[in-house]
């Protein structure tokens, strides 16, 4: 008989104290504690016991070469994860820390190998939501958790999502309700010289620069056969079940009639679509998931209406590239990885022969 995941609905702001005792109690136990954050909900065991760890992998069906990211309840916790802590760690850990900002760093000796792939690396960071903070509290120790959901798949930014993927295969799901950013932490290596951006996230690169001036980031992406610096580098990823098309262009009308031009050649076909863009599309007879008016908006929406349009069973989905400013670099990379890297340029001058990849 396969196990049944016990579900405790709490209060996202004040959790309640029974539940919260039980999820830790799950965590030293050695099982597996589904969690909300900030960002989405995290899978969730014992980040200094590799038999633990082995059962997110295990869960997930995550590849073992794609390290976990280990939370921390609070600044004591920092040298039971990471050693050899330079400054600018301290700095940038005060300024955004409890955040969306996953910082690598070189790991203690009580990190166990697979939940770093192997590598003398750790990345870690400290979540900025109360049920979070009241579980690691409870655990009193770090818990490793990388996104609740089958790998690959898109990311669970609410309770049913997890169940979605994952019912029966967690011991413990704590539902908060939605989560407040809706896309995963950024992600900043402090073991190179300089520091470099792996991953954009729910906290900006124009946000980091204040303190990393000199920071840039340049999209580098792994095949499966690769081991990954940090979580979540594999090109394939936060992926709907549907062909994703990921149109880009400087012209907006050149851009919206190559959409349309797919769309009409598409027999079971939706759209994620901005607000703007949705009401552009209206006429047309398809499913549209709106993703709202900004990239905050966006950001929050996007993996529920990637699995929205997945439930309708389509074959396509066509969405159009948003600008990489601020969280909108974020949703960039989450497209472009769920389009598995295939990006459709489109200018006035292509816009009757373009051939999506």
């Not at 192997?118 to 960071?125: C, E, K, M, N």
């Not at 936060?238 to 769309?263: N, Q, T």
């Not at 600008?323 to 909108?328: M, N, R, T």
């Amino acid at each position: 008989m396969p196990k049944q995941t016990r579900v405790f609905r709490l209060d996202a702001k004040l959790p309640d104290g029974a539940a919260i005792g039980v999820a830790g109690r799950t965590i030293l136990a050695g099982a597996l504690v589904a969690f909300p954050t900030e960002t989405v909900y995290g899978l969730g065991a014992n980040a200094m016991d590799a038999a633990a760890v082995a059962k997110i992998f295990a869960a997930k069906g995550r590849p073992a070469n794609d390290p976990l990211i280990a939370h921390i309840a609070n600044f004591e916790q920092l040298p039971l994860v990471a050693r050899d802590i330079p400054d600018l760690a301290l700095e940038l850990a005060q300024q955004f820390w409890p955040g969306p900002l996953t910082l690598v760093l070189k790991k203690s000796g009580g990190i166990p190998d697979n939940l770093t792939a192997g590598l003398d690396t750790v990345a870690l960071r400290m979540p900025n939501h109360p049920v979070a903070q009241a579980l690691l509290r409870a655990a009193a120790r770090p818990i490793a958790a990388p996104s609740a959901n089958k790998f690959s798949r898109p990311s669970p930014t609410r309770a049913q999502h997890v169940l979605d993927d994952l019912a029966g295969l967690v011991d413990v799901l704590l539902d908060a309700g939605p989560t407040s950013i809706g896309v995963e932490s950024t992600i900043l290596s402090l073991v190179d010289d300089p520091p470099r951006l792996l991953r954009p996230g729910g906290l900006s690169l124009e946000a980091l620069r204040a303190l990393c001036p000199a920071l840039d980031y340049a999209p580098h992406y792994l095949g499966d056969d690769q081991v990954a610096p940090a979580p979540g580098a594999m090109l394939r990823h936060y992926s709907p079940r549907a062909r994703l098309l990921l149109f880009s262009g400087a012209d907006e009308a050149a851009v919206s009639a190559a959409m349309r031009a797919e769309i009409a050649r598409c027999d079971n076909v939706g759209l994620l679509a901005s607000d703007a863009d949705a009401l552009q599309f209206a006429d047309l007879n398809i499913p549209i998931e709106r993703l709202g008016a900004n990239a905050e908006e966006a950001a929050l929406r996007l993996f529920a209406a990637m699995r929205a349009l997945d439930r309708r069973g389509l074959d396509t989905i066509v969405a159009r590239a948003p600008e990489k400013q601020g969280l909108g670099l974020a949703l960039w990379d989450r497209l472009l990885r769920a389009a598995a890297g295939s990006l459709i340029e489109v200018s006035a001058d292509n816009i009757e022969n373009y051939v999506p990849k």
